[in-house]
Structures are given as structure tokens and as C-alpha cells.
């Protein structure tokens, strides 16, 4: 193994090790070489492994046991939402998956929106409709819809779909700059956001949830466009 640089050594050897683990080079349930032979091999020392070795169990891709070893923990099955940030960074075709859920998820919470959401809550919504359509530039055009969906999840008065959207704008907003499309025009953003908040405004659930797949639908096919 080729023997790392010196700076920032435990952010590098971290990342190593968890894009061999991603790739396979360690599978899951496998334990990992001894501690020595694997400082050895990368040409750190062990209090150096141990730094890395504790910012990947706590993101949940390792698990180390007392007496027996660190072994590779099987994320696929029993990890959590909160991988997802990761994996989309280290491996694109996440996101297709992730936009899948998103749809479902969105076009939901604009129903229930419509349903429940209080009168300062559609006014909210107007609000930040209004900002979509004043930002400048793609990126704060992008984090500006952001605010809305985030506001349209609370006006459900379940904080589970409060969770579940910010879990998964997580997930794809450290890439945003490579899903810019939809966002690079202000008042087209705020055209094809607009008969969402209309609809939860007037408490049209049916005409929210159509309208919001529509939206998702549509500023999926823009970003995985310019994606590929």
C-alpha cells in the first residue's frame, strides 16, 4: 500500500478506508487486518488508525469490538437515512434512488399540507415562494426552494415528515452544484413551484399532491439531465 501524506493524515486515511470499505475492498461483516499491520501498510501510526477508526464507527460503516477486532459493519442492512450523504458523495447512481423516495415523499407531504397547514403557515409558504422567485443565482435560487419544502413538511404537523425532508436534502445538497438546472432561472423556479403552494393555500389536497409530483417529476428529469 502506498504510504499517505502527512497533512491532514487522519482526514486521508479516513477516506481510504471508507472508500475501500464502499468498494468492497473490505466487505461487509469482514474484520479488519490488525491494527499494527494496517498502520503498517498505510505508513501511520496506530493512534492515527484509532482517530480514523472512530470517525467510521461513528458514521456507522465500522464496529469495534473489545479483545476481537474492528470488523466492517453491514450498513446496507442495518444502517440508518443518515448514510445517505456519504454514499451519494462517493457513488452518483444514489441519487436517482434517493429522487425516487423524494417523489413519493413530496407529493404526500404536499397532501397533507393542504390539509392541516394553519393560516400563518400559508402565509409562510407565500413568503418564502416569494424569496424563490427574488434570489440570485442558481445556488441560492436552489436553497431558497429548499425553504419551502422544508416549511410545506412542517405545515403537516408531523415532525416525522420534517425529518424525513431534511434527510434527504441532506443527502443531495453537498452535490447541488452538479443539479443546478431547474434552479438557474429564478422565475422559472418559481413557476414550477407555484401551483404547489397555490394548492396547499387553498387547501386543495388532491390539486396539492398532483401538483407536486408534477414539480418533482419535472425538476428531477432537469437535474439527472444535466447529472449524465
Known amino acids: ?3 499517505l501524506p502527512r497533512e491532514t493524515i487522519v482526514d486521508v486515511l479516513e477516506d481510504r478506508l471508507r472508500t475501500d470499505i464502499l468498494d468492497g475492498r473490505h466487505p461487509a461483516g469482514s474484520y ?3 491494527e499494527r499491520r ?17 470517525r467510521l464507527v461513528q458514521a456507522g460503516l465500522l ?14 442492512r442495518l444502517g440508518g437515512a443518515d448514510l445517505l450523504p456519504m454514499l451519494v458523495r462517493h457513488d452518483a ?4 434512488e434517493v429522487f425516487e423516495v423524494r417523489r413519493g415523499v413530496g407529493a404526500l407531504i404536499a397532501e397533507r399540507a393542504a390539509e392541516r397547514a394553519t393560516r400563518p403557515q400559508r402565509a409562510e409558504l407565500a413568503a418564502l415562494l416569494g424569496a424563490v422567485l427574488r ?7 436552489q436553497l431558497a426552494d429548499v425553504e419551502v419544502h422544508r416549511a410545506l413538511a412542517r405545515a403537516t404537523g408531523n415532525r416525522v415528515y420534517v425529518l424525513l425532508t431534511n434527510t434527504l436534502f441532506n443527502a443531495y445538497l453537498p452535490v447541488r452544484s452538479l443539479l443546478k438546472g431547474p434552479f438557474t432561472d429564478p422565475e422559472a423556479a418559481h413557476a414550477r413551484l407555484a401551483p404547489v403552494v397555490e394548492a396547499v393555500g387553498a387547501g386543495d389536497a388532491r390539486r396539492a399532491r398532483e401538483a407536486a409530483d408534477t414539480y418533482l417529476r419535472d425538476t428531477e428529469r432537469i437535474m439527472l439531465d444535466g447529472l449524465a
Open 1 to 3: 500500500m502506498e504510504a
Open 32 to 34: 479488519l487486518p490488525p
Open 38 to 54: 494496517l498502520a503498517d501498510g498505510y505508513g501511520v501510526t496506530r493512534t492515527t488508525l484509532k482517530h480514523a477508526f472512530g
Open 63 to 76: 464496529e469495534t469490538r473489545h479483545g476481537v477486532g474492528t470488523r466492517v459493519r453491514d450498513y446496507a
Open 93 to 96: 447512481g444514489w441519487v436517482r
Open 135 to 141: 434570489a440570485d443565482g442558481a445556488d441560492a435560487v
